[in-house]
């Protein structure tokens, strides 16, 4: 393997010059013909961190902005294709079920699959915020940019959002009518699995004077990427399709509005899961793997069918009183899934989990931007509801039955109920010149209610949340409130320098845990557990390099006051017991460096490196399990934080005489081996990235044909670590469940633009 590995990069650095991550975004919509890729890696940035248009490098906060060609040139199909080039950041699906984010950010992050726990980094979409953390890291198209806010957002951006925020923005309809079509296979180059196969288009332009529109529709099938050792079948089975139409009115020359609809289908295996030995050193009862491999065997393939509506409605109105904007946001989700994993990742039937989850959630946010003089003034309200209907089956010991039906069943699950409003405000002053001043503040008051059916209570006893069946063991509701504020500023060195330091406070929400397995309801039950509080101190450094590139850096300090996680404890009755408490106070050191430059007109140089220091300073949880609380406790790692994460690339342009152009890329990407569970039991490997691509733009920028690599190293990542007992009933397992990600990808690509 390790052969092939060299042969396939060799081939594509002797294609050509080769090329890196761009970590500037341009504002150039992709619907217009363009020579080459590279050259947009060196112009201005547009993002909205501060709920405006602005250029990245005039705004105090550490951001990471992406526009729509440098998505495309890159392959990013998805958020998780993100955070191989961004310190400090990782981006992952969590792997229990397809799609489901488990995001973190300075590490700050969570580990877990169970819809009532709020994410720690909130991923909001074309201004709408995504109530739950499922449904978000599928296949991405037609993005116009997205922005990787990193830090708390509270002020501007509300509850959840303690380790940062991500904004995904779709693309608009353009003034002329446009025409985008692309066609994409790739696959294992190992020969495993099948071939993964896109096609997508996009039409837009204007209707009469008024109205302009957009349609964009996806289609992916995959066919796998893994073999499951148990059967020897290709495995990693999935379709997607995506549906996205875009009107815009301007309804008058003050007044504009966007609408939008996206409906994702999407159905396809459940994950591949592998065991390995966990930190105790059970082995595996069947199968027990090297986890530097991605080898797994299980009985059960598993499934997801999962369907999504999102619809959102824009309306922005300029006035006079301050040359502002009045913005309104109304947002709506529906979001459905059901799936089965093979939770014991082995060739038995030990422990199969099926989940049905519903959630319907609407949002909305109205908010004035305007400037007086020397201040400019953000204020506005958001409001927000969400309902979770939520249900597991814990299918247990089917090889006690010759596989017919499991020996032991679990049912359980909950109704959840979310009502939020927040008030905010936000200001930037204009001190002098060189100096300028920011201050904000958000209140937020948020009501929670919960009705639970406890696993560990319907044994045997078939129900199911979802369909009413169910018998509530735990009904209860809870209120918080909580101030976010922000206090800055920042001083202009020169016209290309400037310097940034800011507090500022987040919040993630109190709530109630909608798995409930623990027997002892008192001291392990479903909640409720209190919301979390943290505060970071940070200093920038922004800097433009005489028009070939910039040159950006922040240092940070964190403090997490009653941190709330999700703790994995084996047990061999209900298999995982998974409690969510305030289990301690933590604070995390920190610092970013990231710069792009032109060595020469065609040659671009890009690198970053991110670096944290995490540490527990008060325990208020049994962490290891050891049955106290001591230093053993404190001495633990936090989860989710790798220490170092760096990358470097290069980016090359080559224009032929005839108006064709070439590009070329090439970015390795390292990430820190990090703890996965509190316990530090299960952890996830460190990552070895390296992508790379090659692009032909024929004269005019019509038609681009693309080669690419993604992980051409073939590292190998889990979505997370899970340990299982070490008995469950009369059976030993130990072992873990761990879902892989797929490794090493070759892919083609064609592109045409009208």
Same mark, same amino acid.
């Given at each position: 393997?390790?052969?092939?590995?060299?042969?396939?990069?060799? /081939?594509?650095?002797?294609?050509?010059?080769?090329?890196?991550?761009?970590? *500037?975004?341009?504002?150039?919509?992709?619907?217009?013909?363009?020579?080459?890729?590279?050259?947009?890696?060196?112009?201005?940035?547009?993002? *909205?961190?501060?709920?405006?248009?602005?250029?990245?490098? @005039?705004?105090?906060?550490?951001?990471?902005?992406?526009?729509?060609?440098?998505?495309?040139?890159?392959?990013?199909?998805?958020?998780?294709?993100?955070?191989?080039?961004?310190?400090?950041?990782?981006?992952?699906?969590?792997?229990?079920?397809?799609?489901?984010?488990?995001?973190?950010?300075?590490?700050?992050?969570?580990?877990?699959?169970?819809?009532?726990?709020?994410?720690? /980094?909130?991923?909001?979409?074309?201004?709408?915020?995504?109530?739950?953390?499922?449904?978000?890291?599928?296949?991405?198209?037609?993005?116009?940019?997205?922005? /990787?806010?990193?830090?708390?957002?509270?002020?501007?951006?509300?509850?959840?959002?303690?380790?940062?925020?991500?904004?995904?923005?779709?693309?608009?309809?353009?003034?002329?009518?446009?025409?985008?079509?692309?066609?994409?296979?790739?696959?294992?180059?190992?020969?495993?699995?099948?071939?993964?196969?896109?096609?997508?288009?996009?039409?837009?332009?204007?209707?009469?004077?008024?109205?302009?529109?957009?349609?964009?529709?996806?289609?992916?099938?995959?066919?796998?990427?893994?073999?499951?050792?148990?059967?020897?079948?290709?495995?990693?089975?999935?379709?997607?399709?995506?549906?996205?139409?875009?009107?815009?009115?301007?309804?008058?020359?003050?007044?504009?509005?966007?609408?939008?609809?996206?409906?994702?289908?999407?159905?396809?295996?459940?994950?591949?899961?592998?065991?390995?030995?966990?930190?105790?050193?059970?082995?595996?009862?069947?199968?027990?793997?090297?986890?530097?491999?991605?080898?797994?065997?299980?009985?059960?393939?598993?499934?997801?069918?999962?369907?999504?509506?999102?619809?959102?409605?824009?309306?922005?109105?300029?006035?006079?009183?301050?040359?502002?904007?009045?913005?309104?946001?109304?947002?709506?989700?529906?979001?459905?899934?059901?799936?089965?994993?093979?939770?014991?990742?082995?060739?038995?039937?030990?422990?199969?989990?099926?989940?049905?989850?519903?959630?319907?959630?609407?949002?909305?946010?109205?908010?004035?931007?305007?400037?007086?003089?020397?201040? =400019?003034?953000?204020?506005?309200?958001?409001?927000?509801? +969400?309902?979770?209907?939520?249900?597991?089956?814990?299918?247990?010991?089917?090889?006690?039955?010759?596989?017919?039906?499991?020996?032991?069943?679990?049912?359980?699950?909950?109704?959840?109920?979310? @009502?939020?409003?927040?008030?905010?405000?936000?200001?930037?002053?204009?001190? *002098?010149?060189?100096?300028?001043?920011?201050?904000?503040?958000?209140?937020?008051?948020?009501?929670?209610?919960?009705?639970?059916?406890?696993?560990?209570? +319907?044994? +045997?006893?078939? #129900?199911?949340?979802?369909?009413?069946? #169910?018998?509530?063991?735990?009904?209860?509701?809870?209120?918080?409130?909580?101030?976010?504020?922000?206090?800055?500023?920042?001083?202009?060195?020169?016209?290309?320098?400037?310097?940034?330091?800011?507090?500022?406070?987040?919040?993630?929400?109190?709530?109630?845990?909608?798995?409930?397995?623990?027997?002892?309801?008192? =001291?392990?039950?479903?909640?409720?557990?209190?919301?979390?509080?943290?505060?970071?101190?940070?200093?920038?450094?922004?800097?433009?390099?005489?028009?070939?590139?910039?040159?950006?850096?922040?240092?940070?300090?964190?403090?997490?006051?009653?941190?709330?996680?999700?703790?994995?404890?084996?047990?061999?009755?209900?298999?995982?017991?998974?409690?969510?408490?305030?289990?301690?106070?933590?604070?995390?050191?920190?610092?970013?460096?990231?710069?792009?430059?032109?060595?020469?007109?065609?040659?671009?140089?890009?690198?970053?490196?991110?670096?944290?220091?995490?540490?527990?300073?008060?325990?208020?949880? @049994?962490?290891?399990?050891?049955?106290?609380?001591?230093?053993?406790?404190?001495?633990?790692?936090?989860?989710?934080?790798?220490?170092?994460?760096?990358?470097?690339?290069?980016?090359?342009?080559?224009?032929?005489?005839?108006?064709?152009?070439?590009?070329?890329?090439?970015?390795?990407?390292?990430?820190?081996?990090?703890?996965?569970?509190?316990? +530090?039991?299960?952890?996830?490997?460190?990552?070895?990235?390296?992508?790379?691509?090659?692009?032909?733009?024929?004269?005019?920028?019509?038609? /681009?044909?693309?080669?690419?690599?993604?992980?051409?190293?073939?590292?190998?990542?889990?979505?997370?670590?899970?340990?299982?007992?070490?008995?469950?009933?009369?059976?030993?397992?130990?072992?873990?469940?761990?879902?892989?990600?797929?490794?090493?990808?070759?892919?083609?690509?064609?592109?045409?633009?009208?």
């Amino acid at each position: 393997m390790r052969n092939l590995k060299l042969s396939v990069a060799g /081939v594509f650095f002797g294609f050509t010059l080769l090329a890196g991550w761009p970590i *500037t975004a341009n504002a150039q919509d992709q619907d217009e013909p363009s020579d080459s890729s590279g050259s947009a890696l060196l112009e201005e940035v547009i993002v *909205t961190a501060r709920k405006r248009e602005e250029s990245s490098q @005039d705004v105090p906060i550490s951001v990471a902005a992406f526009g729509a060609e440098q998505l495309e040139t890159l392959k990013i199909r998805n958020l998780e294709n993100l955070s191989v080039g961004i310190p400090n950041v990782a981006l992952d699906d969590i792997g229990t079920f397809r799609s489901t984010a488990n995001f973190s950010i300075r590490g700050l992050g969570i580990n877990s699959s169970i819809p009532s726990i709020d994410p720690t /980094v909130g991923v909001f979409i074309d201004g709408v915020y995504m109530g739950q953390n499922v449904g978000i890291v599928l296949d991405m198209f037609d993005i116009q940019s997205i922005e /990787v806010l990193r830090g708390p957002q509270g002020t501007l951006f509300g509850r959840n959002v303690t380790g940062g925020a991500i904004l995904v923005y779709s693309k608009r309809p353009t003034e002329e009518l446009k025409f985008s079509a692309r066609a994409a296979l790739d696959g294992n180059p190992n020969g495993d699995g099948g071939l993964n196969k896109y096609a997508m288009a996009s039409i837009s332009g204007p209707i009469g004077d008024s109205f302009g529109f957009r349609v964009s529709a996806y289609m992916n099938k995959d066919d796998g990427w893994f073999v499951n050792l148990a059967n020897g079948k290709d495995f990693g089975e999935a379709e997607t399709t995506i549906f996205r139409p875009v009107l815009t009115w301007q309804a008058s020359e003050n007044v504009d509005m966007t609408l939008r609809w996206e409906h994702i289908e999407s159905d396809g295996q459940g994950p591949a899961s592998q065991t390995h030995t966990n930190g105790s050193g059970v082995p595996g009862f069947f199968a027990n793997f090297d986890r530097d491999s991605f080898d797994f065997a299980i009985d059960a393939e598993g499934f997801t069918d999962m369907e999504n509506d999102l619809v959102t409605f824009e309306t922005n109105w300029d006035i006079e009183l301050g040359d502002g904007t009045i913005t309104n946001i109304f947002g709506y989700k529906d979001y459905t899934a059901t799936g089965e994993s093979d939770i014991d990742a082995q060739p038995a039937w030990l422990f199969h989990a099926v989940i049905w989850n519903d959630q319907e959630q609407y949002s909305n946010e109205l908010r004035y931007n305007g400037s007086f003089d020397r201040l =400019n003034l953000t204020t506005g309200i958001f409001w927000f509801s +969400n309902e979770i209907n939520y249900h597991e089956r814990r299918n247990l010991l089917g090889i006690a039955t010759g596989d017919v039906a499991p020996a032991l069943t679990q049912d359980g699950g909950g109704n959840y109920w979310v @009502d939020s409003l927040a008030f905010f405000a936000s200001i930037d002053y204009e001190l *002098t010149d060189a100096w300028s001043l920011n201050a904000g503040i958000r209140y937020t008051d948020e009501e929670k209610k919960a009705d639970i059916a406890s696993l560990i209570r +319907n044994v +045997n006893s078939p #129900c199911n949340v979802v369909y009413g069946t #169910c018998n509530f063991d735990f009904s209860d509701k809870e209120s918080w409130g909580a101030w976010s504020g922000k206090l800055g500023f920042g001083y202009d060195i020169s016209d290309e320098r400037r310097i940034y330091g800011h507090w500022t406070r987040a919040h993630r929400s109190g709530g109630y845990n909608l798995r409930n397995t623990a027997i002892d309801t008192v =001291n392990l039950g479903p909640g409720p557990f209190d919301q979390e509080t943290v505060d970071t101190l940070e200093f920038g450094y922004k800097s433009e390099l005489a028009g070939r590139g910039f040159l950006n850096a922040a240092v940070f300090y964190t403090q997490i006051d009653d941190m709330q996680r999700e703790v994995n404890l084996s047990d061999p009755i209900s298999g995982v017991v998974q409690v969510i408490k305030n289990t301690a106070d933590a604070e995390i050191f920190g610092f970013e460096i990231e710069s792009t430059f032109a060595l020469t007109d065609n040659l671009i140089l890009q690198g970053s490196v991110g670096w944290v220091d995490p540490s527990y300073k008060t325990i208020r949880f @049994d962490l290891n399990g050891d049955g106290v609380i001591d230093k053993e406790d404190k001495n633990l790692g936090l989860p989710r934080a790798a220490e170092w994460t760096w990358n470097i690339g290069l980016t090359h342009e080559w224009e032929f005489n005839h108006g064709g152009a070439l590009s070329s890329r090439i970015n390795y990407a390292y990430r820190d081996e990090s703890f996965y569970t509190d316990n +530090n039991l299960g952890y996830l490997l460190s990552q070895d990235i390296l992508d790379l691509g090659v692009d032909y733009h024929t004269a005019g920028g019509h038609w /681009v044909f693309s080669v690419y690599g993604r992980n051409l190293l073939d590292s190998v990542k889990h979505g997370g670590d899970t340990q299982l007992p070490s008995v469950l009933g009369p059976v030993p397992t130990g072992g873990s469940f761990a879902p892989l990600a797929k490794g090493q990808v070759l892919g083609l690509e064609v592109t045409f633009n009208y």
